[in-house]
């Protein structure tokens, strides 16, 4: 992975580097199959960045579109699928903004790859297992009121998510919270 990183650095820009401990959180705990995604910080032709929610999320709820990387999937290929996937989009990959490892108290590791995407055009989710609902754009500011949002969820359990609302929420917040930090930094 870090012949990888550093070969992603070399086409698309040195990235943020962050680490995270998130302690106990059960929706990082749940993820027992997935050790990595991608983020996309898709900019509109306006300026602004795209967001998501989904069918089961709770009303109001709106972030980054991400996706699963596969265990021996390269981080390129899954960004290129998961643009496919979430929005089906052609897009320009502008900068590999940032690079998240979360830390769990069970040992386990995860980590965000967050690239700055360019598009234009309507999304069309090609996933509709995802349940995708709707987008709508935000500005970079916006990205920190988001994480704010995600940070206040209720602990309530989520079947959908495998995890509280809470917890998810407090894992979902820092990848708008370094994002909002990485385009700051350009």
Not at 24 to 41: D, G, P, Q
Not at 81 to 106: D, K, P, Q
Not at 120 to 145: C, K, M, N, R, W
């Amino acid at each position: 992975m870090h012949q990888e990183l550093q070969e992603l650095a070399l086409r698309f820009g040195k990235p943020l580097e962050v680490t995270r401990s998130l302690g106990a959180n059960s929706f990082l705990a749940s993820r027992k199959t997935h050790i990595a995604e991608v983020c996309l910080a898709v900019k509109r032709a306006n300026g602004r960045l795209l967001t998501m929610t989904k069918a089961f999320y709770p009303s109001g709820i709106y972030r980054l579109p991400t996706g699963s990387i596969g265990l021996s999937e390269p981080v390129a290929e899954a960004l290129q699928r998961e643009i496919w996937e979430e929005t089906g989009l052609e897009m320009e990959i502008l900068r590999f903004l940032a690079h998240i490892t979360y830390l769990h108290n069970e040992g386990r590791i995860f980590h965000s790859y967050i690239f700055l995407l360019a598009s234009e055009g309507q999304p069309a989710p090609q996933d509709h297992s995802e349940q995708i609902s709707g987008f709508y754009e935000v500005s970079t500011s916006d990205l920190l009121q988001i994480a704010q949002q995600l940070q206040n969820l209720p602990p309530e359990y989520s079947s959908q998510l495998g995890a509280t609302w809470s917890d998810w929420g407090i894992f979902r917040a820092v990848v708008h919270q370094v994002t909002a930090e990485a385009l700051a930094q350009r």
